[in-house]
């Protein structure tokens, strides 16, 4: 016979025993201390499912209270840490007891210029022999002046 998975299925499985046992009683002597047994295990299996169903239903309000409970109580961490906020300054490092971050000024960093990929590439010997670009300007050159 199959595994019959369920409590519910496997109760009504018993019952369904139990009750073509009484019907056939005539064909089956004998039959009354096992089917006595199954029902008094029908009854004490039933009886447990019933505490387990109350129990998780139990469980599962406590687990409701519980995170009722912690909201409330983080509210109230909320309202404990802004309250020693208006005691002590926003950034005085006594209120990290408390954990709450201070605020802090940020220093400023110097920004490092990286070489591009194509000046990093090429050799050190050509970048030294050769001469540097010439820098244009909107303003006469010494030579064109002399020539005047």
Known sequence: MPQIEGHEKLF??????IAACERNADFLPG???????LVNFLELAEAVKAQA???????KAETQHLDLLLDRGKEA???VRRYILTVFDSRDERITQFGITPFRTRVRRTAVIKP?????????TEAAS????????NQPSVAAEKAE
């Open 12 to 17: 009504r499985d018993w019952r369904g025993l």
């Open 116 to 124: 591009t990929p194509t000046e990093a590439a090429k050799p050190a």
């Open 53 to 59: 169903d109350y129990l998780a239903g139990q469980r």
């Open 77 to 79: 961490a909320r309202k």
């Open 31 to 37: 039959r009354e201390p096992l089917t006595a047994d």
């Open 130 to 137: 050769a001469p540097p670009p010439a820098e244009e300007t």
